[in-house]
C-alpha cells in the first residue's frame, strides 16, 4: 500500500472518531456460560468467553454489551451431544481430509473434539487450555493461549505440543463457527494459481447463486444464502479474514508461514478456507478457518491467530474492510 494510501486511510479513521493505539490490559475471571463452568477475558471493550468442559471452545466473542459473533446453536445443544451442534472456536489436527490416513474415519472429529479440556490461568490475564491426547497423531495434545494484547487484539496461539520420535504429520487447523454475517471478506493473491485467484471444493456444485463476487484481484466479497452450502479456500500473502454485521467488522488475521500446506496447489496452499453450514434458522452458520503448514510432530507446530473488532463508517465499502485486513492498518481502525 502506498504511502499517500496509508495516510488518507489514517486520517479518515481519526475523522471518524476510531480509538486508535489505546493501551489494553487484559483480564480473566471465572465465570458461567449456559450453567457451564467458564473463563471471560477481557480488555475493558471486548470480551472473549471460553468453556472448558466443551472441548475448550471459545463459544462468545463481541464488544461489550454487544453482538456475539460466534455461533452456538441453540441453548441446550451445549449439554448433550453431538459436539458438532455446540459451535464456538476450536483447533484440531487436520484437516480432516487427513483424518482418513491415521483415523478409522474422515469425519466427524475425533473424541478430543467433545472431551473437556484441562485450564490454567496465566499471570498476564492469558488463559492455557490442554486437549486430551488426539488418537492417530502419536497421542499429540493441542494447547490455546488466549487473550488480549495492548492494541486490543484478541491473541490465540494454538500449538500442537512436540511429541517425541514422533514422525506424523500434522498441521493446525483452527475454526471458528460464526453467526450467517450480512457479508464476508476473503483477501485474494493476484498471482495465485486458481482461476479467479480462489478455489472451489467440489461439493458445491455449481457455483453460481452462491453469493460469491470478486470485486478485485485482491478481495472476494461472499454473501452466503440460506440452503447454498459451499466452500472455498485461498491463499493470500496474508492470511485473513472478514465478516461484517449491522456495521461492525470481525477481523481474523494470521501469521503467514512458509512451508507445504496439507491443502491445495503445490507452492500456493490454501492457509484461509470459508464453509457455509447451509442450514436454515438457528442450524446456519459460516466457518472462517486458518491452516497452517504441515509439520513433523517431534518438531511440534504453532499458528497464531489475532482476533479484532472495528466499527465501519456509515457509508462503508468492502475497501475499507480490505484495509482492515492488513496488519499495518488494522490497529487505526478501532
Avoid at 490461568?121 to 488418537?135: H, I, Y
Wanted: with cysteine; hydrophobic share 40%.
Amino acid at each position: 500500500m502506498s504511502a499517500s494510501r496509508f495516510a488518507a486511510a489514517l486520517l479518515g479513521s481519526l475523522v471518524l472518531g476510531f480509538v486508535g493505539f489505546a493501551e489494553a490490559q487484559s483480564t480473566v475471571i471465572k465465570s458461567t456460560w449456559r450453567g457451564l463452568d467458564a473463563f471471560t477475558l477481557s480488555d475493558g471493550r471486548c470480551e472473549a468467553v471460553v468453556v472448558p468442559k466443551l472441548g475448550g471452545r471459545v463459544v462468545s466473542y463481541g464488544l461489550i454489551g454487544g453482538r456475539n459473533f460466534i455461533w452456538t446453536g441453540l441453548p441446550g445443544a451445549e449439554q448433550k451431544l453431538p459436539a458438532l451442534a455446540w459451535g464456538g472456536d476450536k483447533t484440531y489436527i487436520g484437516p480432516h481430509t487427513l483424518w482418513k490416513l491415521t483415523l478409522p474415519t474422515m469425519w466427524p472429529p475425533p473424541s478430543p473434539d467433545a472431551a473437556e479440556h484441562v485450564p490454567e490461568v496465566l499471570a498476564d490475564g492469558r488463559l492455557r487450555t490442554t486437549s486430551p491426547a488426539w488418537e492417530g497423531y502419536d497421542g499429540a495434545r493441542i494447547v490455546r493461549e488466549q487473550g488480549f494484547d495492548a492494541h486490543g487484539d484478541f491473541v490465540v496461539t494454538h500449538t500442537i505440543a512436540k511429541v517425541v520420535q514422533s514422525h506424523a504429520l500434522g498441521a493446525l487447523w483452527a475454526i471458528t463457527q460464526t453467526i450467517p454475517a450480512s457479508s464476508f471478506y476473503v483477501p485474494l493473491n493476484p498471482a495465485s494459481p486458481y482461476k479467479d485467484n480462489f478455489f472451489w471444493f467440489g461439493f458445491a456444485q455449481p457455483k453460481d447463486g452462491l453469493g460469491a463476487s470478486v470485486l478485485s484481484p485482491t478481495l472476494l466479497e461472499l454473501r452466503p444464502k440460506t440452503g447454498k452450502g459451499f466452500k472455498l479456500g485461498a491463499h493470500p500473502l496474508q492470511p485473513a479474514l472478514a465478516a461484517v454485521q449491522d456495521g461492525v467488522a470481525f477481523v481474523q488475521r494470521a501469521d503467514p508461514q512458509e512451508g507445504p500446506y496439507p491443502e491445495g496447489a503445490d507452492g500456493a496452499g490454501l492457509s484461509v478456507e470459508v464453509y457455509h453450514h447451509d442450514l436454515g434458522g438457528a442450524g446456519e452458520y459460516v466457518e472462517m478457518e486458518f491452516l497452517s503448514p504441515l509439520r513433523r510432530l517431534d518438531q511440534g507446530a504453532s499458528l497464531t491467530t489475532r482476533w479484532s473488532l472495528h466499527r465501519l463508517p456509515e457509508k462503508w465499502t468492502p475497501s475499507d474492510v480490505e484495509t482492515l485486513l492488513h496488519p499495518a492498518l488494522a490497529a487505526v481502525d478501532r
